[in-house]
Antibody, heavy 116, light 113 residues
Framework: EVQLVESGGGLVKPGGSLRLSCAAS????????MNWVRQAPGKGLEWVSS????????YYADSVKGRFTISRDNAKNSLYLQMNSLRAEDTAVYYC?????????WGQGTMVTVSS | DVVMTQSPLSLPVTLGQPASISCRSS???????????LNWFQQRPGQSPRRLIY???NRDSGVPDRFSGSGSGTDFTLKISRVEAEDVGVYYC??????????FGQGTKLEIK
């Protein structure tokens, strides 16, 4: 079965850190660029970061640049998002997703809550 | 940065009637390869998003043919020919032309009157 499963979300204090993981299965993970997209409670979708298949190209939204780091391990079919210096406005459901011409796959999301 | 602007943001529709959502980009979405990477996503209540349309007008596998996409350059439209109850949710356009630096529209909430 083709799927993405996120994990690592939770409650963290402002200024804290969290590392999200996304486990891929059912497709050739190493062939595709990967993305993190978030959705604050009651709000729309916001692109966060993307990484090319070989990690050669990495991009971030301005809202997270310098605080978040995306990475991947193709041997483990896994995508990561290291989130540092977290702020209240980072509170959201974080989705990992593959979005290419042939198909799109989204995980179920993992909730990150930044609150004291 | 490319800004995507959708309208309307709220769309009440009677069952069986058509619906239309507009999406405008702040710059042309035509890529150097000649393709236009404009996608439409649907997010039903409590679910993850799923794509309906890619490259302006191509329906994803399993998407009913009552959904159609059109447009060019900076102006795009998603149309539903006859709205059904299962179409309730929020619809987003997303540009993929600027590779790995994607942008979503604000979302359009479709509800049944």
């Amino acid at each position: 079965e083709v799927q993405l499963v996120e994990s690592g979300g939770g409650l963290v204090k402002p200024g804290g850190s969290l590392r999200l993981s996304c486990a891929a299965s059912g497709f050739t993970f190493s062939s595709y660029s990967m993305n993190w997209v978030r959705q604050a409670p009651g709000k729309g979708l916001e692109w966060v970061s993307s990484i090319s298949s070989s990690s050669s190209y990495i991009y971030y939204a301005d809202s997270v640049k310098g605080r978040f780091t995306i990475s991947r391990d193709n041997a483990k079919n896994s995508l990561y998002l290291q989130m540092n210096s977290l702020r209240a406005e980072d509170t959201a459901v974080y989705y990992c997703a593959v979005i290419v011409d042939a198909f799109d796959i989204w995980g179920q999301g993992t909730m990150v809550t930044v609150s004291s | 940065d490319v800004v995507m602007t959708q309208s309307p943001l709220s769309l009440p529709v009677t069952l069986g009637q058509p619906a239309s959502i507009s999406c405008r980009s702040s710059q042309s979405l035509v890529y150097s390869d000649g393709n236009t990477y404009l996608n439409w996503f649907q997010q039903r209540p409590g679910q993850s998003p799923r794509r309906l349309i890619y490259k302006v007008s191509n329906r994803d596998s399993g998407v009913p043919d009552r959904f159609s996409g059109s447009g060019s350059g900076t102006d795009f439209t998603l149309k539903i020919s006859r709205v059904e109850a299962e179409d309730v949710g929020v619809y987003y356009c997303m540009q993929g032309t600027h590779w790995l630096m994607y942008t979503f529209g604000q979302g359009t909430k479709l509800e049944i009157k």
